[in-house]
Structures are given as structure tokens and as C-alpha cells.
């Protein structure tokens, strides 16, 4: 195959489709405000009662829980102003571009335009700084503030990286609480968050009672975010300087997210294109409703856009979960949550590297695929990896393993496209960056076996 047949038209114009800065939104899109459903609001964790906010004001900047609960305006208003010390950040990486996968196409032979919104360019590589800024800017401006530390748990890593560099930007300390397979597995995150000044701790730890009875009764535990959260929230309570930060099952990351959506819509308005199909993996939720929440509207109004949640084959909590009230973590002290779950107590299986590892899904997602406006694919680890190296080889962007679901679920999409003939236009949202996790990788593809 000659060079111009593996690349494409390079030259095309709408090869990367890159806003102004004049143009990145000022504010983010609350999608609960115009669904035609509701979105069940939190519940005690032990009462039989909503949450307030004076329940938890101990564990989450204020402004955190006004938009979890869905006070005043985050109740009834459709467009949210962002700060404008946030924009400034922003600008330092956003817009981010949207790419057409042109020599994925031609490797393929589809008709399909394949699409995808780069959120691995910025400081922390990954989806996940979008949301940690705005909320260590909330801790610093508390009313009387002494909250000097921001505390969280994190899975493969992308989560603490994001927040390590966002508390630097702010001025706060930063404590990271991550899975014990992520921390042995994935050194070079752990050493990017200590870059940033952060404390990483592997989880379960001897640092909470709730790590200690953990190893107590399984020593060889190798983890869980629910665990981690627990951790998490132990830790804050020892100190009144602390407050827990978290990257995707909260409503107020969704809603930070959307500023995903926002730029890609304006991105194929540009273009003259309307997607057929936006796909998107699936941790606990938020780069995937935040990428297509600007476009559900449509959707409910009669647009035939589909919407793909990808999550791994051996943690299907969308597609085989329970949609049921349950908590966040481990050790039932976060509120309860309506949510598609596989149960607080889940741990994921030692062999899984490729991130996704959380139990539940954000309620707002969860409402999406109980309504079927959001529709699910699982999909097995080996597929997933093989999808990323694809990725690699046509694109030479090496997504994240999280990030390769979404490519593999386009990859499936744009073949099915092949066989039907249809000129279709699919979107993913590549969430995040690879080159930390080749670990991962390795394990998987067995990389370290010569071709």
C-alpha cells in the first residue's frame, strides 16, 4: 500500500477542526435542568431522608454539594457561568481539537467519517483536569476558609494526576489514595502526582481503619475505588483543612465536563457535520455525559443521533448492573445514590488493567440509559488493547486504556458501517492519554516478546 493510501487526504481542511480561544464557552450546559425526566437527588446514607448540605459541608467544598443537590440555579438553569480564573486556566490548553481519524478510515476501507476530541493535551493528559481545577478553586474560596488540603482516591492515576496539578495551580496540599494493582503497576503516575507535590498512598493502606480491616481480611487485596473513596473520606475527617475531591461519580464533574460537548458541537457546526453516533468509555461517567450532553436534546426532540456508553467486559455495571439506590464507597459513609451498580463491595479482578474499575455509574448517566437515550457495549480486554494499538499505528496517538474503548467501540461502528454501506459520522471522545499506562499494555499485548 503506497504512503498517500495509508494516510489520506492530509491536506483536507477539515482534517483538524481547531476553535479560536474567541470561542471557548463561558459557561457549562446543566443538562438536569432540561431533561424531560428527573434526576433523583441523593439520599442519607443511613436516614430514610434527602441529603442537606449542612450533612456533608465537612466532606466537599460547598459549592460541590449545591450542585450534587441541585440547589437554586444548578435546579433550573441551563447554562452555569464559569469563573473566570477557571477560563483563564482553560485557556492555557482549550479549546482542544477535534480530529478526523483519516488514515483509521482508510485502514479500515469504511465509508464512515470517524472523529475524535483530544482531551490528552493538557497539563495533566486527560479529561480529568477539567473538572479538578474548577473544584480545588471551590475549596479556596470558602467563606472563613482553612482548607488546605484536597483528598481524593484514584484509580489508574489520570484522576490524581489531575488533581495533584490542580491543588499546585491553587496552592493546596494534595493526598492520593490509589489502588494497590495501579500503585505497584503504574509507577510513572504516582511519580508525576509526587512532581506535583502530592502524597500518594497505596490502597488498601495501614493509614485508615477501613485499609487496616480490609488487609486484615484479605491481605492480597489488590483494591477498589470504592475502597479507595473510603480511605479517602476517613482521611478528611481527621483534619477540619480537608476536603474530598472526586473525578466521575458526582454531578458536579458531569457538569464541568460538558464543556466537552460544548466545544465539539461547535467544532462539527464548523465542518457542516452532525453526528450520527458519539462514543465514549465509561468509568464512573462524567467525560462521557459531558461530551454528550449538549446534544441530548436533540436526541429527545427526534434527532437520530445515538449515544454509546463503552465500559470493560469484566466490569458491566451499565449493562448488567442493578439500578437501585447504593453507595459510593466501600464503607457506606458517602450519601446513596440511584445508580446503575454492581455493589459498594465490588472488587475488580486482579487480571484487569484497563482502568474503568468503578462500581457504579453518575445518577445523570444512569437516568440517560434507564430512559434508553444512552445505549450500552461491553467489550473484552484484549479487544480493547489490540484497539489501542491500531489506534497507534494509523493515528500515532496512543490513547489511554480507558480512552481505547471509546476507539474500539468506533472501530465496531465504522466496520458495521462498511457492510451496510452508510456514510455515517462517528465521534469519540479520547479522554485521555496512554503514555504512562504501557505497563498495561505490555501485560496484555505481551510486548515484551519480540515480533
Not at 441541585?70 to 477560563?87: N, V
Not at 481545577?133 to 484536597?150: F, N, P, R
Request: net charge negative.
Amino acid at each position: 500500500m503506497n504512503l498517500e493510501a495509508r494516510l489520506g487526504d492530509v491536506t483536507n481542511s477539515d482534517n483538524k477542526i481547531i476553535l479560536p480561544e474567541s470561542q471557548l464557552p463561558q459557561h457549562w450546559y446543566n443538562i438536569v435542568a432540561e431533561l424531560p425526566f428527573d434526576v433523583p437527588k441523593p439520599l442519607h446514607p443511613i436516614e430514610d431522608r434527602a441529603v442537606e448540605i449542612n450533612d456533608f459541608d465537612w466532606l466537599w467544598p460547598r459549592e460541590c454539594l449545591r450542585i450534587e443537590l441541585q440547589e437554586e440555579e444548578y435546579g433550573t438553569d441551563a447554562w452555569i457561568a464559569i469563573p473566570e480564573f477557571i477560563s483563564d486556566v482553560y485557556r492555557r490548553y482549550r479549546p482542544s481539537p477535534l480530529v478526523r481519524a483519516r488514515s483509521l478510515e482508510k485502514h479500515l476501507g469504511t465509508p464512515a467519517e470517524i472523529y475524535f476530541k483530544r482531551e490528552d493535551l493538557n497539563p495533566a493528559g486527560s479529561h480529568k483536569f477539567n473538572t479538578a481545577l474548577v473544584q480545588a478553586y471551590y475549596a479556596t474560596q470558602e467563606e472563613d476558609s482553612q482548607i488546605h488540603c484536597m483528598v481524593t482516591d484514584t484509580g489508574a492515576g489520570q484522576w490524581g494526576a489531575a488533581l495533584a496539578m490542580a491543588c499546585e495551580t491553587l496552592g493546596l496540599a494534595c493526598s492520593v489514595f490509589m489502588i494497590r494493582k495501579s500503585y505497584d503497576e503504574k509507577p510513572y503516575r504516582r511519580y508525576m502526582m509526587r512532581m506535583a507535590g502530592a502524597d500518594v498512598y497505596s490502597s488498601p493502606s495501614e493509614l485508615t481503619a477501613t485499609g487496616r480491616q480490609v488487609l486484615r481480611d484479605d491481605p492480597d487485596n489488590s483494591g477498589s475505588l470504592g475502597i479507595g473513596m473510603s480511605e479517602a473520606i476517613e482521611f478528611v475527617k481527621e483534619s477540619p483543612g480537608r476536603r474530598l475531591a472526586l473525578g466521575c461519580m458526582s454531578y458536579y464533574a458531569v457538569l464541568h465536563q460538558s464543556i466537552i460537548g460544548l466545544e465539539t458541537k461547535l467544532q462539527l457546526e464548523q465542518i457542516d457535520r452532525s453526528p450520527d453516533l458519539m462514543v465514549g468509555c465509561v468509568g464512573g461517567g462524567s467525560n462521557f455525559t459531558g461530551f454528550i450532553a449538549p446534544f441530548v436534546r436533540d436526541k429527545i426532540e427526534g434527532s437520530p443521533i445515538e449515544f454509546r456508553a463503552i465500559e470493560p467486559e469484566s466490569i458491566p455495571t451499565l449493562s448488567e448492573g442493578e439500578y437501585r439506590y447504593d453507595w459510593a464507597d466501600f464503607s457506606e459513609l458517602t450519601p446513596r445514590i440511584l445508580m446503575y451498580t454492581l455493589g459498594h463491595r465490588f472488587v475488580p479482578p486482579p487480571v484487569h488493567s484497563g482502568g474503568l474499575r468503578y462500581h457504579g455509574k453518575t445518577p445523570v448517566l444512569s437516568a440517560l440509559v434507564k430512559n434508553e437515550v444512552v445505549g450500552t457495549r461491553t467489550f473484552s480486554q484484549r479487544e480493547v488493547f489490540d484497539a489501542g494499538r491500531l489506534f497507534l499505528k494509523t493515528e500515532g496517538v496512543l490513547a489511554a486504556p480507558e480512552s481505547a474503548h471509546a476507539v474500539r467501540g468506533a472501530i465496531d461502528a465504522a466496520r458495521d458501517a462498511s457492510k451496510t454501506g452508510q456514510n455515517q459520522v462517528i465521534v469519540l471522545c479520547l479522554s485521555g492519554h496512554g503514555y504512562l499506562d504501557l505497563k498495561g499494555f505490555s501485560d496484555v499485548l505481551d510486548l515484551d516478546t519480540p515480533n
